[in-house]
């Protein structure tokens, strides 16, 4: 029988690849994956194979490509309408949308980045890097700050052990003591911002979802251009965002969410 470790290992190996395949956001050949892959060609490749045959990679005979497979497509669906926040806060940021009229952002936490479950486009789309099942950072976008804010002290400090602290932009917070003081102004704000620290020209005001045991379970986001409006105009904004993040808490107050486990599984005999 195989060991745990080596079972585990394998698991890793695999995660790995499906996760640089995905990477490529488009089908993509065995040369690409193999130039950035850390395995050997005859590990990775099969691996390419036993994912393809559990169907979690299909391949593309004629172009000789690799993509994403069915069966993951149904694991993620499932996965978006058990563990995330998307189906129970759609009819709050559905309402949301159409009362400010701008680009509305839901987010989770995801191992200490940002990952964005849904979206609604502003009546003007705006161009910008987030979109539903993209993973940002946390240090530099509003919806990252404002959960981080609000993590109790042993994840947050976990979470900042986490961060790049690539500065992306000239406003891009570039330490992790810059990070704590902001997160300091945050929690006695209630509310973050994003000051062009992602992406150029791009600004917003987020709001955390909060349970009433204060545990953090998302955000949500109003973002704009700078070209479009400003901080102080978006930050008019909190009172109406604030009532939508407290709407999709008491929602979801009842709904199943995964949680990091804080200590191990017992192994089976």
């Not at 979690?56 to 069915?70: F, N």
């Not at 700078?226 to 604030?242: G, I, N, V, W, Y």
């Not at 009532?243 to 808490?249: G, K, L, Q, V, Y």
Request: aromatic share 6%.
């Amino acid at each position: 029988m195989q060991s745990s470790q080596t079972a585990s290992g394998t698991v890793k190996k695999a995660l790995l690849v499906l996760d640089q395949v995905a990477s490529f956001e488009r089908p993509v050949r065995f040369h690409e994956l193999l130039d950035g892959s850390p395995y050997p060609k005859g590990t990775l490749y099969r691996m390419l194979q036993t994912l393809r045959s559990e169907g979690m990679l299909s391949y593309d005979e004629m172009m000789q490509t690799y993509s994403l497979g069915i069966r993951l497509v149904r694991l993620a669906h499932t996965a978006w309408t058990q563990s995330s926040l998307a189906p129970v806060a759609r009819p709050i940021l559905d309402a949301l949308s159409k009362s400010l009229g701008e680009t509305i952002h839901l987010a989770q936490l995801d191992n200490a980045q940002v990952l964005y479950v849904d979206k609604r486009n502003a009546k003007s789309a705006i161009e910008m890097f987030s979109q539903a099942g993209k993973v940002g950072p946390a240090y530099c976008t509003g919806v990252g700050k404002a959960m981080l804010a609000f993590l109790p002290e042993n994840e947050l400090s976990r979470a900042l052990e986490l961060q790049s602290y690539h500065r992306f932009t000239p406003h891009t917070l570039g330490t992790e003591q810059e990070l704590s003081a902001e997160l300091e102004n945050i929690r006695s704000r209630g509310y973050a911002f994003d000051r062009e620290e992602h992406e150029p020209g791009i600004i917003c005001i987020a709001m955390p979802i909060l349970t009433q045991a204060k545990q953090v379970i998302g955000a949500i986001s109003v973002t704009s251009t700078t070209s479009r409006t400003s901080l102080d105009q978006l930050e008019t904004l909190a009172p109406k965002m604030q009532d939508a993040a407290s709407d999709i808490a008491r929602t979801a107050e009842h709904w199943r969410f995964p949680v990091e486990q804080k200590t191990k599984e017992p192994l089976e005999n």
